[in-house]
């Protein structure tokens, strides 16, 4: 009565569940990056209408799940679970955001590889026959993160080369049993990796080996290798984290080709826009997935894809007291046909 | 194809996942309390033998999973998820707990309602066929909430009488689709609710409106009264909210009887402990599902019960913003018989 488990950690859904209707938004340095002609709607304006930096980011996430539900058709009562969560200390963004949905809600923290979570979740909970739809978000603010983790944003602190820019961006997916696809076929959980990496400015390289230690899981337990796949695309890695993933498995005598890419090297174009090592933040891979990377599987332009984005577990007081940074990567295989 | 879900949000398990084992562990008051005997180990040290709170919360994750563990004869590699959080910015108490351990990890953030949403997505993924075996764990510990919601502990800020205590402790289950009970046979998934409430130290009104308007749910989806149960405990709404949810349910012409508890008034003496309103913290009903009520279930002094633990979603950031505290709450039925 198990066999929707493959191979260690991989689960192959039975009845593959459909993106019903995707939607993203993103802000003023997201509007001038390479996929602003993929977002529903970019603001010039930091705070979306509100009082706050934290409220704007709850907005965020309310204006985009009300956009996604609107495409598919659909009304909150349609809805079984909503999954969601942030970057900000309890989650706020998506509490504060979610709360006038009345949408059954189960609140996740995953860091940056949110999306993952939530969409292997919500998949889960509709391949097991807990619902007939499901949703899942998730958003970061460039602003709430600097002053939560970094520095106030009005000090104008220094960055290091190897630092990630905190996308201003949320994505959300809607689910369902029946539809026309693409499908989540299958779904790697991720483990806690912690290699010892202790620079909170180099979080792509703390959290490269969960990524590695996921995809090396997926392709395993599938029986598949990189080049059955469109498009492998970790989360916000950035260049330095990316890179690593590509000599991990350079090692293992697997060469992963141009189809291995990152969301946090895709969202900012790397020559004019000084981002450094490139894009970070829940709301990154949030937004190129439900955006540029499903449109273009709508378009026929892949048919199978492997999103796996990453989070760094770690939080301010732990780096204070010395700790080094824990990673994780939750993997979700995408498909045009079931 | 939907057969699982009853009502409007609640699911009813085809194949209740049984209890395999629990544990838990507590700090110095919980041990001078009346469920001092239902503990797996009590420690007189805050510190749990290391250097920082933060640490010592961890490690209380990392001796009661390994505790539940072994009174189930099953290793790490044996399980399929571990379903996990706490109130520390960024769940680092889970994250840095658990990441030796090696097993799959999905991260929530339910505040002190984490138990139920631990459980209710650890009993759905063993019920949809997705793995044998799971985990559902959580921790709080007093000097780490205080110093993170409220005071630095050492400055001896005066607490209103409305205010609760968290506890220091932490409670985990393992869950097995095969198990001589008791059994996870339903499952209601909280709403955020949010009736204005604006004061951090009265948290139990704030979350009364989620815990009346979950267990509504959970009687009216399965079509029970409260008097078809033995025990209905709520997660820590402590004095005042526990008061407000029987209120509540007196207004619709239903009484809750001797058989409605809270775990925030039954972890300490209402007497000799000077608690206020009682306890709180994710580890408040964590510990006194996988010690008190687990046990009594085992002995057979109840047959059935509705585990309902409530959480309160805010933040610091959202009170100095002046925002309303929103409330969830998640139930669980947990029966000998499946």
Redesign the interface.
Same mark, same amino acid.
């Given at each position: 009565?198990?066999?929707?488990?493959i191979g260690q950690?991989t689960?192959a859904l039975?009845?593959p569940p459909s993106v019903l209707s995707f939607a993203n938004i993103g802000g003023k340095f997201e509007g001038q990056g390479p996929l602003s002609g993929y977002f529903d709607e970019l603001s010039q304006d930091s705070f979306f209408g509100e009082?706050?930096w934290?409220?704007a980011e709850s907005a965020m996430q309310k204006k985009v799940v009300r956009r996604a539900l609107e495409q598919a058709k659909l009304k909150p009562k349609d809805i @079984?679970?909503i999954l969601a %969560?942030d970057?900000?200390?309890?989650?706020?963004g998506s509490?504060?955001g979610?709360?006038e949905? @009345?949408?059954?809600?189960? %609140?996740?923290?995953?860091?940056c590889s949110t999306m993952g979570?939530s969409l292997?979740?919500a998949a889960?909970?509709i391949?097991? %026959?807990?619902?007939?739809r499901a949703i899942a978000v998730t958003s970061s603010h460039f602003c709430t993160a600097e002053r939560q983790y970094r520095m106030p944003v009005p000090y104008g602190s220094q960055r290091t080369p190897t630092a990630q820019w905190t996308a201003t961006a949320s994505g959300c997916t809607v689910l369902g049993?029946e539809g026309a696809g693409p499908y989540i076929t299958h779904v790697t959980?991720?483990?806690?990796?912690?290699k010892g990496i202790t620079d909170p400015n180099n979080m792509g390289a703390a959290m490269a080996p969960a990524a590695y230690d996921t995809l090396a899981a997926f392709f395993r337990d599938t029986g598949t290798a990189p080049k059955d796949y469109d498009l492998i695309v970790t989360g916000d890695l950035g260049e330095l984290g990316h890179g690593i993933v590509r000599d991990f498995f350079s090692r293992d005598g697997v060469e992963l080709g141009d189809n291995f890419q990152d969301c946090g090297l895709l969202l900012y174009d790397r020559e004019s826009q000084d981002m450094h090592a490139g894009a970070s933040g829940c709301g990154c891979s949030a937004s190129v997935l439900n955006g540029y990377l499903l449109t273009q599987m709508q378009r026929g332009v892949w048919k199978k894809i492997v999103f796996a984005p990453t989070g760094a577990?770690?939080?301010?007081?732990?780096s204070f007291?010395g700790?080094s940074i824990?990673g994780?990567c939750h993997a979700v295989c995408i498909s045009a046909e079931k």
């Open positions: 009565m198990n066999e929707k488990r950690r689960v039975s009845n009082k706050t934290e409220k @079984g679970y %969560g970057l900000l200390n309890q989650c706020i509490s504060f979610l709360r949905l @009345g949408i059954p809600f189960y %609140g996740l923290y995953g860091a979570e292997s979740l889960m909970l391949d097991g %026959g807990f619902t007939e049993r959980c991720g483990k806690i990796v912690d577990l770690l939080s301010p007081t732990s007291q700790e824990p994780i």
